[in-house]
């Protein structure tokens, strides 16, 4: 039978939600790892049985668990990320030269193919990828190889937190970076340069224009149309129709184009969604309302959803990873909040409903679509 | 016989109930006990010390005797009340908000 199984990573645990296909009944599982961050959990499209989780604590540092039974059972596989040879340095608040260091797991994104295949998204950043099934993981150290000198962390740290494969050209994906931008390998990850062109960063750069430094936020594509890129940059919603290659603003007729998540519908490429929040500085809502705005002209032009979301004294903020999309006829649509909340629509946003209103702070949110 | 007690997130990482009891050759130092320690329990290799520098990660203390052993040398040889199982070792988590 057709269902669906929501993953949430919070600051203190992991839950697993799931439903049938109606997506009107949930059952609640969890938490897993409690008091732990889990920063991101995620299945592998070649076996949704498999699944890795993220866990993390500033006590005792990187976990990596790993489900062979849709997240039934966990075990610990490896938690060595080792910077390939002498780390190096990069940028750091005071103008120096610092080293990098490893602090967290941010993304985790299993191959498209193979379940043992696995890439890592961590701080500071850098990729790192298993084909051993997570026991033992190697970076790829092509990526710092790309102006990592000029790197400097954002706020937030230095992570690389999106990962994107391309479904159509097994050997290109993307990265983004805060706070250092986008980048693209066309050799599996042994090579990367940076894809800003058109990316303009007028308040958080000395070179609005510059080739590394924006802090983008997010990225997303629909798997039948790869070269098409979205993105939700710190300030700006941007596309490119050229895998990367360059980029164009779509904030349109937003309300604010700041914001953390940014995702596509599973059978339209031109639907898009945002999470706008006021600003940099104030990380919530404008006006208190909670609103996910949907475009379906591949940006531009955007609607308010609204039915079903608090639209009075919500101050809630939505991170870059808590946002996803099922791939059910009716296309659902699930987001959590750092309030705790985890609200779906099973009709492409039109209509609302939370699944859970008190979970800790939701990190991030992937949903596996089992048929 | 040395005794080890662990704070309650890696019992749970690890699923021991209670103490860790270790056969340690030799002195036993904090090293040579989480060396053991590691060997029987690999998912714990990094949570207490750093993978590559074997340092005690910030918010980890040790404990034993009613003293903080935590700044000393890792290769300081234990009190003796320890290294005879009359004492645990302590490994602690640091206090925190949140």
Known sequence: MSGVRVLVGTRKGAFILSSDAKRKKWDVAGPHFAGWEMYHLSGSPADPDRIYASQTSSWFGQVVQRSNDGGETWEPVGNKFAYDGTPGTHQWYDGTQHPWEFKRVWRLEPSLHDPDTVYAGVEDAAIFKTTDGGKSWSELPGLRSAKGELWQPGAGGMCLHTIVLDPKRKDRMFVAISAAGAFRSDDGGQSWRPVTKGLVSKYELPDPKAEVGHCVHCIAMHPSRPDVLYMQKHWDVMRSDDAGESWREISGDLPTDFGFPIGVHAHDPDTVYVVPIKSDSEHYPSEGKLRVYRSRKGGNEWEALTDGLPQSDCYVNVLRSAFAVDSLESCGVYFGTTGGQVYASSDSGDHWTAIVRDLPAVLSVEVQTLR | ?98
Do not use: Y
């Not at chain 2, 690999?42 to 949570?47: A, N």
């Not at chain 2, 935590?70 to 602690?92: I, K, N």
């Open chain 2, 1 to 98: 016989m040395i005794r080890v007690v662990l704070p309650v997130h890696l019992r749970t990482l690890a699923r021991v109930d209670g103490e860790v009891k270790l056969e340690v050759a030799g002195p036993a130092s904090v090293r040579s006990v989480l060396d053991a320690l590691e060997a029987r329990h690999p998912m714990l290799r990094g949570t207490i010390r750093d993978h590559i520098t074997q340092e005690r990660r910030a918010f980890v203390r040790f404990f034993a005797c009613g003293e903080d052993l935590s700044l000393d040398p890792a290769e300081t040889t234990l009190p003796e009340a320890v290294a005879d199982g009359r004492e645990p070792l302590m490994v602690v988590g640091a206090m925190a908000g949140g």
